[in-house]
């Protein structure tokens, strides 16, 4: 169901600059812990599910941003458009779904949620059910959230031994993973970007284009972005299996093309474990406002 080049957008297990020219240099804020907020943006995830089993496409065409966009699995673009006609056309056709517990984090006009779902849906006939573990960037405007960019994979079975994981070592693995990634940035270490960042990875700009591991590392060997200075606030973590979702807020000192576009973001990535190794394969993220 759930479904940003550095001035174009970097986006890390931590950074994610997805507008140009920021400046921000105000300390780390924290959160809105206001329930309201927080329940107003659990309420989108519910209504997006009752939306979609009941093919309403004018509910799902005021929950999902104009902008909105996501990378499939495939490496390609989906958009709200191609979205709704295939809700619209029946070549999408969600039956029900079951949300599990849902994390929340409000920063002003956005917002980041994540959590998990089993669903019982069809895609041109051919059974997808499963349960997913997804993640939302939402961004208030003109007084109502709406989702603006999402990522998800499929994880194990709800009544697998591998199930979700709340095993402090692995927790702590996934925070020191995304202190690792800020470090190699600040150091320019390609090499160890490369192996932080999937081959597959990929995330859309804020221009609605695809932004790919060959164009970030490109950015960083260069020196056309330097990362100078982080901050990483707290962090939310779920594992599921061999899947991963980290959120966190971020303060950054950092250059592009010599201009400072430093600021306050909220990330969230998307982690697979391949062989024995964590790499990110989807990023999203926001300038907290």
């Known amino acids: 169901m759930k479904k940003l080049q550095m001035q174009k957008f970097v986006g890390a297990v931590l950074f994610t600059s997805l507008c140009a020219g920021l400046v921000l240099a105000q300390p780390l804020e924290a959160p809105s812990n206001d329930p309201a907020a927080v329940d107003a943006v659990k309420q989108v995830g519910q209504d997006m599910g009752d939306a979609m089993v009941a093919v ?6 005021q929950i999902f941003a104009d902008d909105w966009a996501t990378v499939d699995s495939s490496g390609k673009i989906l958009t709200k ?3 709704l006609s295939d809700f619209k056309s029946g070549g999408h056709k969600l039956e029900w779904f079951e949300n599990g517990p849902v994390d929340v984090q ?6 980041v949620a994540q959590g998990r779902v089993k669903e019982k849906r069809t895609d041109r006939g051919q059974d997808t059910s499963g349960q997913f573990l997804w993640m939302d ?4 405007r ?3 959230w709406a989702v603006v960019r999402s990522a998800g ?21 996934m925070k020191q993973f995304a202190q690792d990634t800020g470090d190699a940035m600040v150091a320019g270490d ?11 990875w990929a995330t859309v700009d804020s221009s609605g284009k695809i932004f790919t591991k060959e164009s970030l590392l ?9 990362l100078l200075s982080f901050e990483i606030g707290p962090m939310d973590v779920q594992v599921f299996g061999d899947v991963a979702v980290v959120q966190a807020s971020v303060t950054e000192k950092r250059l592009h093309d010599g201009k400072d576009i430093s600021g306050q973001f909220v990330f969230m990535d998307l982690l697979k474990k391949r062989g024995d190794k964590w790499v990110i394969v989807r990023t999203l993220g926001a300038k907290v406002i």
């Open 56 to 61: 309403d496409i004018d509910k799902l065409n």
């Open 81 to 83: 458009e191609s979205l």
């Open 106 to 111: 409000v920063f002003g006009d956005v917002a």
């Open 137 to 140: 960037l939402l961004k208030k």
């Open 142 to 144: 003109a007084g109502k």
């Open 153 to 173: 994979a499929r994880v194990v079975s709800a009544d697998s031994p591998k199930a979700q994981s709340q095993d402090p070592t692995i927790v702590e693995t």
């Open 190 to 200: 390609v090499d160890k970007l490369n192996q932080i960042y999937a081959d597959d």
């Open 218 to 226: 490109s950015d960083f060997k260069s020196g056309k972005h330097k």
